[in-house]
């Protein structure tokens, strides 16, 4: 097995793992390599939708789309559906955003196989979170440790004009700004452009200014970014308590159809106190 990181701080590419081998050893293997560069690129594989659901089981229970309850959805309720049609104007995914972060207890990650892939294009691009907040100016990060904000799932249903029944409802959590990942301690920026609509006890004008500059940190820095091509067989995780992503849109009018497996989080997201760091 190869291990070769995309960027010296964010992704890498496995050649020579099958991912429909998960027994005990190399199941640790790979949860520790997903720890450690947090988007992983698997090539060369050979799973149907059962094998992708038990390389998501690997690392905890499978998560189910809220859009499933709220839109009543048909078909296999662990599975989440990207498709971009000849016609599709918004692809799903198509701006920085973290999975569902409008939930008590955001999923702690995604794996993601295209069964569709356009002649070229429709790349996914990760950023760093971790960079993302220990690259922001130290008053500025002083700041956001005192701050919580609103993720309100009818914010994402907005942006691809949709609108749930007057009788559903659809996910609406306040989180810290700034969470510890669960795993390693260390801080990650917790406010992104799909979910975040606004941070708490501020002014309208206060919070979209703040956030407002925060998604452009996001979205205009390539050296907190790493960038997947995805080829014929190629399957994507990433930790969605450490990274955004947004898929990139540049392929129509031709097609792009993929299966996402997600998993649930270990619970709701924690502060991150400087202190942290040192233990
Ligand atoms: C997503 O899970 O947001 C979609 C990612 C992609 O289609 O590349």
């Not at 429709?122 to 904000?149: I, N, W």
């Not at 306040?174 to 609509?197: I, R, S």
């Not at 930790?239 to 989080?265: K, M």
């Amino acid at each position: 097995m190869e291990i070769e990181p995309i960027t010296p701080h964010l992704g890498a590419q496995i050649q020579g793992f099958d991912l429909r081998d998960i027994s005990n050893g190399r199941a640790e293997h790979l949860k520790d390599m997903f720890v450690e560069h947090r988007v992983l690129v698997f090539r060369d594989q050979k799973l149907d939708r059962d094998a992708h659901k038990s390389v998501g089981r690997v690392f905890g229970q499978l998560h189910v789309h809220p859009s499933k309850k709220a839109f009543e959805m048909k078909g296999d309720p662990e599975i989440f559906k990207v498709r971009a049609q000849a016609d599709t104007v918004k692809v799903n995914g198509g701006r920085w955003h973290m999975d569902v972060s409008c939930e008590e207890n955001p999923p702690a990650g995604s794996i993601l196989r295209l069964l569709k892939l356009p002649p070229h294009g429709g790349d996914t691009v990760f950023c760093d979170m971790t960079r993302a907040f220990e690259t922001l100016s130290a008053p500025v990060q002083h700041m956001l440790l005192e701050l919580e904000a609103c993720h309100d799932g009818e914010r994402d249903l907005r942006w691809y004009g949709l609108t749930p029944n007057p009788d559903q409802t659809y996910p609406s959590w306040t989180h810290p700004v700034v969470v510890a990942h669960p795993l390693t301690g260390k801080p990650v920026l917790f406010v992104n452009e799909g979910f975040t609509e606004e941070i708490a006890d501020m002014s309208y004008d206060e919070s979209r200014s703040i956030l407002d500059m925060l998604f452009a940190h996001i979205a205009r820095a390539p050296g907190l970014q790493c960038r997947v091509t995805w080829e014929p067989g190629t399957v994507v995780m990433w930790d969605n308590r450490a990274v955004q992503h947004f898929a990139v849109h540049d392929y129509a009018p031709h097609e792009r159809l993929g299966e996402r497996v997600t998993i649930v989080g270990q619970g709701p997201p924690m502060a991150w106190k400087p202190e942290l760091l040192e233990v």
